[in-house]
């Protein structure tokens, strides 16, 4: 699949707590890669208004990781077909034309959980 075409920016809302579909290459190092789903997790007035061309997400792997910056995602309602991980710390700042399509959006707690991980990663504490 071809993601670089993307969504229409100006039809589709984008908002914090979708999973979408993003072609995360090119990389370097240790960045995650490839073709996979992502947590949008922009502020909801930024990533819904259309001024604003990026957005940030957290990708997802199906690789367990230990601790608050690999919080559990759960299958079905996000999208996703099998348990998976927030990968934390790995935030990124994507162009919303990048986003393939949408899958779904987490629950409530595992937002919850995503936020107390970036909170940590992002010394917000």
Do not use: W
């Amino acid at each position: 699949m071809d993601t670089r075409a993307g969504l229409d920016s100006q039809k589709v809302k984008l908002h914090r707590g979708t999973l979408v579909l993003v072609d995360l290459n090119p990389t370097v190092g240790h960045e995650q890669r490839g073709l996979r789903p992502c947590v949008i997790v922009s502020d909801p007035d930024v990533a819904g208004d259309q001024r604003f061309p990026i957005l940030c997400v957290v990708p997802v792997t199906g690789k367990a990781g230990v601790g608050a910056l690999y919080p559990s995602l759960s299958a079905g309602r996000s999208g996703l077909l099998k348990k998976s991980f927030a990968l934390v710390d790995q935030l990124r700042s994507i162009d919303k034309r990048t986003v393939g399509h949408t899958l779904g959006r987490v629950e409530r707690g595992e937002m919850e959980a995503i936020d107390v991980g970036l909170r940590l990663y992002l010394g917000l504490e």
